[in-house]
């Protein structure tokens, strides 16, 4: 059974900074694409940015120059750098990997608040 272990969400003023990190209960051999999804209540789980083993990035657009994603394959984690946040980006964000033969797992979630 594969673990998704979040950290890093809390409560931020506008134009804060916080950095969330993941670490997965699974060889990197194994790891295809990481990367960070949110949901605002209401609305479906959406895309916020993905990071391939080779490095290749893609973003939402609305986080382009705010948000950074990065990968550690030697420890199977993934953190995703949050800066000039506004309060569109408060969600429950959610870590995301993709193995090499079709496997998709979720983390639990971490609450990431955006209020002055």
């Known amino acids: 059974q594969v673990q998704l272990v979040e950290s890093g969400g809390g409560l931020v003023q506008p134009g804060g900074s916080l950095r969330l990190s993941c670490a997965a209960s699974?060889?990197?051999?194994?790891?295809?694409?990481m990367g960070w999804y949110r949901r605002t209540p209401g609305k479906s789980r959406e895309l916020v940015a993905t990071?391939?083993?080779?490095?290749?990035?893609n973003y939402r657009n609305s986080v382009k120059g705010r948000f950074t994603i990065s990968r550690d394959n030697a420890k199977n984690t993934v953190s995703l750098q949050m800066d000039s946040l506004k309060s569109e980006d408060t969600a429950v964000y959610y870590c995301?990997?993709?193995?090499?033969?079709?496997?998709?797992?979720w983390g639990q979630g971490t609450q990431v608040t955006v209020s002055s």
């Open positions: 995301n990997i993709r193995d090499v033969v079709g496997g998709t797992y």
């Open positions: 699974r060889s990197s051999f194994s790891i295809n694409v």
């Open positions: 990071i391939a083993r080779d490095g290749i990035t």
